[in-house]
């Protein structure tokens, strides 16, 4: 895969169960010297993205239809969103909240719930 967000672009290469993230174009910065040869790969998916269409394509927000492929077909997108998916999750609990927490359970007073 090739991902162009905003102004940084990498090839995210998958071998098997391995990611390796490649930085690419005229911005990137040298890479170290990789004790193994690099990986042949043709992109299978190149995608132009803003940082919050990029947020949304990983959270699986994104709709399918809107995202700019530059090359690359429609099911490539489907494979990418299905194997890079990052599931939302709730903010940690902040010092007040756990204040309120613990004042709640050593006075008798309503439980935290969990959604």
Same mark, same amino acid.
């Given at each position: 895969?090739? @991902?162009h967000?905003?102004? /940084?672009s990498? &090839?995210a290469?998958?071998? !098997?169960?391995t @990611?390796e993230?490649?930085?690419?174009? &005229? ?6 010297? #990789?004790?193994?040869p690099? %990986? /042949?790969?043709? /992109?299978?998916? +190149? =995608?132009a993205?803003? %940082?919050?269409?990029?947020?949304? @394509?990983l &959270?699986? #927000?994104? $709709?399918a239809?809107?995202?700019s492929? =530059?090359?690359? +077909?429609s099911d490539? =997108? *489907? ?10 999750? $709730? %903010?940690? %609990?902040? !010092? /007040?909240?756990? *204040?309120?927490?613990?004042?709640? *359970?050593a006075? !008798? ?7």
């Amino acid at each position: 895969y090739v @991902l162009h967000v905003a102004e /940084a672009s990498v &090839a995210a290469i998958v071998v !098997g169960g391995t @990611l390796e993230v490649v930085p690419i174009g &005229a911005g990137a910065v040298p890479q170290p010297r #990789r004790a193994t040869p690099e %990986p /042949a790969f043709e /992109a299978s998916l +190149e =995608l132009a993205l803003e %940082p919050a269409e990029f947020r949304d @394509l990983l &959270a699986g #927000r994104a $709709d399918a239809r809107s995202v700019s492929i =530059l090359a690359g +077909e429609s099911d490539a =997108l *489907a494979r990418f969103m299905q194997a890079f998916r990052i599931d939302p999750v $709730d %903010p940690a %609990p902040t !010092g /007040a909240d756990v *204040a309120t927490e613990s004042s709640h *359970a050593a006075t !008798g007073g309503p439980a935290a719930s969990v959604a």
